[in-house]
């Protein structure tokens, strides 16, 4: 449950309604739940514990940035909902400078990852030698759903609105936000951002070309997305952006010794004492004819300003930056916005935050920054990127009521496993997850919270509303009750009270807190190891790992090939060591939030990252310290995190 709510706007109007204050009292956009939006903003901001899990500090400052004073605001990396990550912030009296966000399109699309079983350490050389004609997307790969980008357009809309407002205040008065979308939902968002900025604060409407080949023959190519530009004032920040120069001006220059190029230009207007200057500095020289002329040097030219069309290529699977994330976008594209739209030390935030490109980018080029996901994948992406990248950063579970495994998606499968006698019922209507077959009430309908939409997780008087008024009513008549399952319940006397007085289907209602089956859902995986201390160095030898969940996987999609005859399956060594992505110790703290002083990550095709610094090397199962290790930490493959204590080894 929430610890409080916060409202949207803090300083309401003597006798005005706290909606009246963010949006007009008649909606432009009008779809269907309008009303239930209404009634979850006056409600306000959800604000949930915290917990620290790890303290990354870095080793570096970016490049061409001065420190940051001491009393700024940690760079943060939230694993939450935005709607908590907002409450957060403003609990915390956090304002946000720069707004990027890439949410989900609206697009129907499932979004997966490739889980790659790793090069077994012992057998790396082998390995690599028989594998070097294939592909490593057909080798020892299976894939693993990150997210499902499913919405009707009316949920679609009630859930940006929301976002919506709740970024907005925790904006700074001088703060932009760049939402990124393409052609599924961009024209009716942009209607929303009308109403929650105001259609005076909209600047920009960008596209984003990318080009590239297309197999569609029916239509033009679809190869841009849209990039809405809007602000919280009159007054945001902007820096004008300017392209490459010209090739004819390349084409014409010539260098000096020391290698800088130039072109010659006429002296103008300048005035007799700007040319004795410009001589002492040697830019000015004597034509073939006699004239003078003055040099103009390129790296002090500016090429025409950008406009409102971008043309810039997609990652490239091979490239330097590509982390294997299914939405990744280029820091090119990171760059050109941060730049033109935040300064040095500002706070730059993604509430959507996949790949970790905006906060990677933001620090590069010495802002802040605040990362938000829902998703652990896109937290452990961001968190090594951003460690590699030499950067100092705060790790916070929000416990907004659900503990996640992995992601929402595939906590929903875990969910339907787990309910015991669970099971899908065709003759119910899709609202109901599936039905128990009981043997005294018969079929009960079990109604479900969808985990990847936040609408759905509170427990209310409006949804339950919904619930006795829309969907029983048409359930089969034998039908004698129904579970509802909840992750969080909004003034449950008012909903108990409302059950009683306007049910009247004569079907009995049950509540049931899911949190009690979303417990269930993260296991440990298992390790045996052996750490032992040699001359002042500690190492940790891994001598078998084992994880039932990666088992199960394996094993389901090896059936899936046997039954399509593609061969061959996928095998782990009894040691089970191609399951390990990622390792670390903490020397420092025995509990509480993590501190990686020594890790190791293994990419896809076998090779080590140490302490964020990439090599050829193959993995050879250890892992050394010289201080004392308390804890060790592994990641398998498909992101689960598990920590042995080594305390009394």
Known sequence: MPIKYLPYVPDTVSGQAILDNFTRARR???????????????????????????????????????????????????????????????????????????????????????????????????????????????????????????????????????????????????????????????????????????????????IWHYGGPSPVKTS???????????????????????????DYLLERARKDEDGRLWVDQNLGKLTPVTIDRMKSEGRIFVTATGNLRRKQYLDEMEGDQLDDVWDLPIINSQAIESVDYATQKPEALLERIIRASSNEHMIVADFFGGSGVTAKVAHDLGRRFVHVDVGVNSLQTARDRLRGAGASFHLLDIRDGVSLFRNPVQTMDKLKSLIVGLKNEDGLDKFWEGAIADSKLGTVPVYLPNLLDHTTKVLDVPLINRVINEAMPDLPEQTKSVIVYYVDIFDEGAVVKYIKEQNMTGVEIELRDLKEVLDEVVLNDEAEYSLLETDGVWEIEIQH?????????????????????????????????????????????????????????????????????????????????????????????????????????
């Open 220 to 246: 033009f190519a679809r190869k841009h997305d849209t990039i809405l530009v809007g602000q919280k004032s009159s007054t945001s920040t902007f820096n004008p952006q300017y392209g490459e120069l010209p």
């Open 545 to 649: 790992f084992a994880s039932d969940r990666l088992q199960m996987k394996i094993d389901e999609y090896n059936q899936k090939r046997n039954l399509t005859g593609n061969a061959p399956p996928l095998q782990i060594s009894d040691n089970g060591l191609e399951l390990i992505e990622w390792l670390s110790l903490d020397c420092a703290n025995g509990a509480g939030a993590w501190h990686s002083d020594v890790e190791i990550k293994i990419d896809k095709k076998g090779f080590v990252m140490r302490d964020g610094a990439k090599s050829k090397d193959f993995w050879d199962a250890k892992i050394t310290s010289k201080q004392k290790p308390l804890r060790l930490k592994i990641r398998n493959i498909a992101g689960d995190e598990s920590v042995w204590v080594l305390e009394g080894e």
């Open 28 to 206: 432009v956009l009008r779809y269907r739940d309008n009303d239930k939006v209404v009634e979850r903003l006056r409600r306000g901001l959800p604000l949930y514990e915290t917990s620290e899990t790890e303290i990354v500090q870095g080793k570096s400052t970016a490049a061409g940035s001065s420190t940051p004073p001491p009393s700024s605001t940690p760079n943060l990396l939230l694993r939450g909902e935005c709607l908590s990550a907002c409450a957060y912030l403003k609990a915390n009296d956090i304002e946000i400078d720069l707004v990027y966000i890439d949410p989900p399109f609206a697009s129907g699309a499932d979004y997966a990852k490739s889980v790659y079983l790793r090069r077994h350490p012992h057998k790396a050389q082998e390995i690599e030698s028989a594998e070097a004609e294939l592909e490593m997307e057909e080798l020892r790969a299976f894939e693993e759903k990150m997210y499902g980008d499913i919405w009707n357009k009316e949920s679609y809309l009630n859930w940006m609105f929301e976002n919506l407002h709740a970024i907005k205040s925790v904006m700074s008065q001088n703060a932009s936000i760049y939402v990124h979308l393409d052609w599924h939902i961009g024209h009716y968002v942009k209607v929303l951002m009308d109403e929650v900025f105001g259609e005076d604060n909209f600047v920009n409407e960008i």
